[in-house]
């Protein structure tokens, strides 16, 4: 029995850091800049994960969804490389991905495996990209390699220079 | 009146395939790649001599056509023609690729009768050519043309049901999708002409902006054996692609018309005459 006990828990460790069984999460945060500027507006964002070999996904967007006759979605060819890559594929408002434009500072997200437009991950490289497209402004996108899964506790960390400032991916359970 | 000035949209495009390359035709919508439900697109339509800059003449918008993504035919809406240029909308209410397009067909042409050189009148087609031509008229010079300037825009994603080929003058066959042009990255299109592989036929890119640079920056490209031939943008930007074959000027300026006699020509079996154009917007990476 004690040696049962012991065996079982051998086991889980070994999964848990090979595959966890367990849902993970993908832990976002965007800094949004504060810009000195005459007409200021929320810029859309675009998050997508991609992988080699296989379809982007579109984890979130955030766009004028509260204009009137839809019109918010005439602006995101704007967010031309995701638009490309996933968007013009796509029909707006989606379930579960878009959402209101978010105001200036660190924004976080959270998306969780098995659930939601993340899906399950399957091990190998992956980049998290972030886009940003200002009305009257400019546009930026920020990529973080990372692979999955990842060690514990590993933190990517990348920074824009105009429309996005720190962008950073953490995991937790 | 109608006639008259599709011919005169025939002559802009046959110059502009001349030596010279002078007076450019181009239709410049004011976006290619839209989003949302429904959309909708200002063109500006007109011939000048710097792309795409309106300082010559308006292009007629008469003739112009729209064939929405699911094949079936839109229209414009709004046109309006001002000294430099025309102007209209298309509104896009399908998901999918839309073309927008002046096509013409006709003969052109010119004979001598009692020692003076006439242009065959304008509207002349195969139909009623030999109608045309009176009795005892020499030297009888016929070119059968087909123009096609055409302009393609997409709401959402790309969709290809409207590039199916007519089997007439030239056309553009998408290997890469006219609305998905990346700087940097090679684009693939086959050309046919009459239905068939244009093997050998030059085309012409240049990009937009001519009047704020020195070069030109044309590209001039050959097809291969099967019509198609590779394009590399070197910026983002607005690009004008031009097709021809016979080129010349018909009834122009050192053309057969003006004095030299050209070589006696039945007039069943015209010259073929057929030239291209479409803008192109490439984007950013």
Known sequence: MPSGYKLILGTGAALGAAMPATAQTLNVSVAIPRLPVAEYHRPYVAIWLEKEGAAPRTLSVWYDVDKAKGEGTKWLRDVRQWWRASGRSMSFPADGITGATRAPGDQKIAFTTGKGPLGQLSPGSYTLVVEAAREVGGRELVRLPFNWPPKPGAVFRAKGSSELGAVSLSFGK | ?285
């Open chain 2, 1 to 285: 009146m109608k006639a008259k000035y599709l011919i005169t949209g025939a002559l802009a495009a046959l110059l502009a395939s001349g030596a010279a390359q002078a007076h450019r035709q181009w239709m410049l919508p004011s976006s290619t790649t839209l989003s949302g439900a429904d959309s909708w697109v200002t063109v500006d339509a007109a011939v000048s001599n710097d792309l795409f800059y309106f300082e010559h003449m308006p292009m007629r918008t008469d003739n112009v056509a729209v064939t929405q993504p699911d094949g079936s035919a839109g229209k414009i809406e709004n046109a309006a023609t001002g000294k430099y240029r025309s102007t209209f909308d298309v509104h896009l209410t399908q998901p999918g690729t839309y073309r927008v397009a002046s096509v013409s067909t006709g003969i052109m042409g010119s004979y001598t009768l009692n020692g003076e050189v006439k242009r065959l009148p304008r509207g002349t087609t195969k139909d009623n050519l030999a109608a045309a031509i009176p009795v005892g008229a020499t030297n009888v010079q016929t070119a059968e043309v087909s123009n096609r300037n055409e302009i393609f825009l997409t709401l959402g994603a790309p969709t290809s049901t409207i590039f199916k080929p007519v089997g007439v003058g030239i056309e553009l066959v998408p290997i890469t999708h006219p609305n998905d042009l990346v700087s940097g990255e090679a684009a693939t299109f086959q050309f046919l002409l009459d239905g068939k592989p244009a093997a050998g036929l030059k085309v012409t890119v240049i990009p937009g902006g001519i009047r704020y640079r020195d070069a030109l920056g044309q590209q001039d490209l050959t097809t291969g054996k099967d019509g198609k031939l590779s394009i590399t943008w070197p910026q983002p930007g607005m690009y004008w692609l031009n097709a021809s074959i016979g080129g010349g000027r018909e009834g122009g300026e050192g053309g057969p018309a003006a004095g030299q006699p050209g070589p006696e020509r039945p007039a069943a079996t015209p010259q073929r005459r057929a030239s291209y154009v479409t803008t192109l917007e490439v984007l950013a990476p």
